[in-house]
């Protein structure tokens, strides 16, 4: 079965210095991975997404996952915080379904905190 | 339209009523999804269309929760005699289909029952 564990509920940077939000994921495939992030009263935005290319994925706002298969893991970096960073970040399995249908698998949050 | 849209934004019900959320995805996007969102909690799938078809409705919590997408576009959500513990964010998202196609979200809509 498909699962994604974030594994900090909170992490707290200083506005300037890197970021690192973890995340490890079981499946039986090939996964396909996403990092969403979701700031408060706003819709849930996608950051970037691993498809099988390249292992280093670059997303929007300056963030970049690695996927590592031996580690099951997909963590997400950024190395100078912003202030407007301060979010929800969710890690997301893909899980093929029936009918070729596709269901996201999600972790349970990380809330990146900027401190000024 | 630009984006996924969702309404009403807030809603306030009592135990026992009846309640209906609306979803316009984007133009031409072949696939919809609900989710559930707990408070603290990442999203919970609910059901997939693909246009007008309800491809798996696996999701839902119990008979009281119906969804439909009737022509294919706008999709609605309705939950009967509400409980407390439907209480929750509920995100739409569309997509132009496929299995790494990216999901477009709405802001929610977030239910509250008293």
Partial sequence: AQSVTQLDSHVSVSEGTPVLLRCNYSSSYSPSLFWYVQHPNKGLQLLLKYTSAATLVKGINGFEAEFKKSETSFHLTKPSAHMSDAAEYFCVVSVTRIHSNYQLIWGAGTKLIIKP | ?114
């Fill in chain 2, 1 to 114: 339209g630009a984006g996924v849209s969702q309404s009403p934004r807030y809603k306030v019900a009592k135990r026992g009523q009846d309640v209906a959320l609306r979803c316009d995805p984007i133009s031409g996007h072949v696939s919809l999804f609900w989710y559930q969102q707990a408070l603290g909690q990442g999203p919970e799938f609910l059901t997939y269309f693909q246009n007008e078809a309800q491809l798996d409705k696996s999701g839902l919590p119990s008979d009281r929760f119906f969804a439909e997408r009737p022509e294919g576009s706008v999709s609605t959500l309705k939950i009967q005699r509400t409980q407390q513990e439907d209480s929750a964010v509920y995100l739409c998202a569309s997509s132009a289909g496929g299995r790494v196609n990216e999901q477009f979200f709405g802001p929610g809509t977030r239910l509250t029952v008293l």
